[in-house]
């Protein structure tokens, strides 16, 4: 099993920027796809972002395209999610997702075997 570890949440100011992290344990990192989701207060959790195994394959949700970036490190077994020109609808809390079967990033929550805790990220006016 897998164990995610996400970091780097917080609060921010509209049209800053943050960086989330994502270590993981458990698991031969580079084998397998991963992904960002995150969820707003009485809200469905959503996809933002996922990346493929080798890190050469993208994809993003269309609210977040043009300014969050995703990003892994092999070597350190990690996953970035750079965030940019944040807007008010981004808050919420941010989840790290781990496909060890898959290759390819896949935007389906119910793809996505392991899942870490979650980081809040909080954009004021």
């Known amino acids: 099993q897998v164990q995610l570890v996400e970091s780097g949440g917080g609060l921010v100011q509209a049209g800053g920027s943050v960086r989330l992290s994502c270590v993981a344990s458990?698991?031969?990192?580079?084998?397998?796809?991963m992904g960002w989701f995150r969820q707003a207060p009485g809200k469905e959790r959503e996809f933002v972002a996922a990346?493929?195994?080798?890190?050469?394959?993208?994809r993003y949700a269309d609210a977040v395209k043009g300014r969050f970036t995703i990003s892994r490190g092999n070597a350190k077994n990690t996953m970035l999610l750079q965030m940019t020109s944040l807007k008010r609808e981004d808050r919420a809390n941010y989840y790290c997702?781990?496909?060890?079967?898959?290759?390819?990033?896949?935007?389906?929550?119910?793809?996505?075997?392991?899942w870490g805790e979650g980081t809040q990220v909080t954009v004021s006016s």
């Open positions: 990346i493929s195994w080798s890190g050469r394959t993208t």
């Open positions: 997702a781990a496909d060890p079967i898959g290759l390819n990033p896949m935007i389906a929550a119910g793809e996505y075997e392991s």
């Open positions: 458990g698991g031969t990192f580079n084998n397998f796809a």
